[in-house]
């Protein structure tokens, strides 16, 4: 950035976000790298039974027993396809509990400006929205992910 005498201007860090990018289907989504605990390449998952359908079960990483969701049939989208690609990441909230939620793939970490972050306007017919604004980055947009509203129990399809 650059100040109105032409000098240099770092931006303050509070305005900077990092996001991973990861894929659902065709579509990127950027995931708030705070609250991303570990990336973890695909292993059994053990189904626990009546739990919700987008609930695939649960896994072991190292000793801990972590509750693994799928974000593609949480938001409605097709079922997962397993390949060589598809992650789990481990995500790790305030209140010190983790979830994983299984994804496509991970492909890179970009950096965003507060600035080049639009919010969305969510529905106010109750409709779900997955998606707490989008970023600007390399002439592309990304849509970033309001992981509260993904996680959030109560939201069932």
Do not use: C
């Amino acid at each position: 950035m650059v100040d109105e005498l032409g000098l240099k201007v770092e931006p303050d860090a509070s305005e900077i976000n990092q996001y991973i990018v990861v894929s659902l289907g065709n579509e990127n989504y950027g995931v708030d790298i705070r609250y991303i605990d570990n990336i973890v390449r695909m292993q059994s998952i053990t189904r626990v039974p009546k739990s919700s359908v987008y609930y695939r079960g649960v896994i072991n990483l190292r000793g801990e027993v972590i509750a693994v969701m799928s974000a593609r049939i949480k938001m409605g989208l097709p079922e997962d396809e397993i390949t060589g690609k598809s992650r789990i990441i481990i995500l790790k909230f305030e209140s010190n509990e983790s979830i994983g939620m299984l994804v496509d793939e991970v492909k890179q970490v970009v950096t965003i400006s507060s600035e080049n972050i639009e919010k969305v306007a969510h529905e106010k017919n109750g409709s779900q929205s997955f998606i707490s604004g989008v970023g600007k980055v390399d002439g592309g947009l990304i849509s970033l992910l309001d992981l509260s509203t993904i996680i959030d129990e109560r939201r069932e399809e």
